[in-house]
């Protein structure tokens, strides 16, 4: 069965960084986009970043552009997320995400606090 496993989540200062990892399996990993969600406190789910099946096209929220990046390793059939200069705005869940002929996939979540 398709499985999402989210890793990388932490404790960071303002300014600092992070990489998540989405280590994929149960499915035909480099058939299929892959994006990263999160969850603040107290706020709704919001769509970070995408990466398409090739990995050629990326696209992010406008809050973390120029500030996050997404990559993926079909060889290790993991999606990553590499964020830097984190706010106090980026605290939340991230999940990795992935959609499979109209079936909605997600990983457990992984936290990350940024706070001094």
């Known amino acids: 069965q398709v499985q999402l496993v989210e890793s990388g989540g932490g404790l960071v200062e303002p300014g600092g960084s992070l990489t998540l990892s989405c280590a994929a399996s149960?499915?035909?990993?480099?058939?299929?986009?892959m994006r990263w969600y999160r969850r603040a406190p107290g706020k709704g789910r919001e769509l970070v970043a995408y990466?398409?099946?090739?990995?050629?096209?990326?696209d992010f929220h406008d809050s973390v552009k120029g500030r996050f990046a997404i990559s993926r390793d079909s060889a290790k059939n993991t999606v990553y997320l590499q964020m830097s200069s984190l706010k106090l705005e980026d605290t939340a869940t991230y999940f990795c995400?992935?959609?499979?002929?109209?079936?909605?996939?997600w990983g457990q979540g992984t936290q990350v606090f940024v706070s001094s």
């Open positions: 149960g499915f035909n990993f480099s058939a299929y986009a």
């Open positions: 995400h992935s959609l499979q002929q109209g079936q909605n996939y």
């Open positions: 990466i398409s099946s090739t990995g050629d096209k990326t």
